[in-house]
Each structure stands twice: as C-alpha cells, then as structure tokens.
C-alpha cells in the first residue's frame, strides 16, 4: 500500500510539472466577468455589509507571458444609476444618485508552480478615477442637499488568486483577491438651497476586495 501511495504521488508531480498552463503561450486576452468588494468611500459614509458592490462583465485584460510571470494591463469600468449609502450615521442621511468608476492597472502576477492549476500572487499599480452625482435626504425622504463628487487617485492593489488552465491551456480562468489601497484627491461639492460649498480633500483608503476578478483569457502565441 506504502508502495502504492508513492507511486500515485509521484504521477501527480510528473503530471504538474509537464501539463500544459498559460505561460506556454506569449499573450493573454480576456474578460473580467464578475468582481465583488468594496468602492471607495464617498462623503462621511458609514460602512456595513451591505456597502460591497457586484459588477459583471467590467473589464478588459491583457498580459504578456514570460516563464512563470505575466505582466498584466486591465482597465475596468462600473457605472450605477441607483447608487445609494448612508451618511455620518446609520440613521442621519441617505445620500441617491449615479456612480460612475474607472480604473487603469498595469502590475505582474507570478505563478507559485508550473501546472493545469496555479496558485498565484502579484501586484498592480495604476489610476482609478469616480464621479457622483446625486442628493442627500433625511429620514423622512426629505431632500436636505445636492452633492457633486469627483475622486481622482493612485491604487496599489496587491492580490492573491488561483487559475485553471483548459483545452490545452488555450483558455484560462482565474479569479483573485486583494485590497485597494487609493490615495485620492477629493472634491465634494453641496448645494443647499441655493448655497454653495466646495470642499478639497486628500486622503487614503483601504477597500477589500473578496473577489477582485473572475477572469476568462485566451492565450496564444507560443513561446
């Protein structure tokens, strides 16, 4: 049984270290299909499990293969014409409107072991830029203000994920975790009745992300 045991163990070694993965291939192409996590916070908005926002089909990949690395271009686009949150406290204000993101990355990924299925890690570095445009009420649906908002920054977003190499490695899917660090310069802009308020803000960021991407590539081009 001993025996057995080991032949079986080293089939599977022999058979991860000469199955065919992704980086046999020089170029990857492909589409984020879902993503799951937190956007960056907007005014004084208060945090909850029901702050974490889903988008599909919200992106566009690209990567350049090289032995177990691959450096990676994604931009990502979400937009949302029924944004809600609240504000300062769970029952002050309601702040409604339309949401709109985009984001720009370029980083590398590298793979942990060389197979059909690869662990791996990586990091990004790119622009992530978020427009709102909406109106804050008080509990009673009464309008208080109109508020402008416009976040422009830099994001580091380290990652950790896994892939699955099929039909020869010809296809790809992979999906990630990490966190968005944003370093952001704000502009909040509040009219009440007529009165207006221009505010400038610098400031950091944390945003997890459970399920930064559900990705679909296709590779091509031998090495």
């Known amino acids: 049984m001993k025996r057995i045991s080991i032949f079986i163990f080293l089939i599977f070694i022999t058979t991860v270290a000469f199955s065919q993965s992704q ?10 299909l879902f993503s799951f996590g937190e956007p960056p916070k907007l005014l004084n908005e208060v945090r909850s499990s029901d702050s974490y926002r889903s988008a599909t089909l919200n992106g566009l990949i690209f990567k350049f293969n090289d032995n177990q690395i691959s450096y990676r271009l994604i931009g990502s686009f979400y937009s949302n014409d029924d944004y809600s949150f609240k504000n300062i406290c769970h029952d002050c204000e309601t702040v409604s409107g339309k949401f709109k993101q985009f984001a720009a990355k ?19 570095l790119g622009f992530k830029q978020l427009t709102f445009s909406g109106t804050a009420s008080d509990q009673s649906n009464a309008p208080l203000y109109d508020v402008e908002i416009e976040k422009n920054g830099g994001v580091i977003y380290p990652f950790l994920g896994v892939k699955v190499n099929l039909i020869k490695a010809r296809l790809t899917f992979s999906a990630e975790a990490g966190i968005d660090m944003l370093y952001s310069h704000d502009k909040e802009t509040k009219n009440t009745a007529g009165s207006l ?3 400038n803000y610098k400031r950091w960021g944390f945003y ?3 399920l930064g991407m559900l990705g679909l590539q296709l590779n091509f081009g031998s090495q």
Do not use: H, L, M
């Not at 980086?23 to 984020?32: E, F, L, M, P, V």
């Not at 370029?106 to 990004?124: A, C, H, K, L, S």
């Open 197 to 199: 308020s221009i505010a």
């Open 23 to 32: 980086n046999d291939y020089s170029y990857s192409a492909g589409i984020s």
């Open 106 to 124: 370029f980083g590398f990924e590298r793979n942990i072991i060389y197979g059909t299925v690869q662990p791996f890690y990586g990091i990004d």
């Open 208 to 210: 997890n992300k459970p």
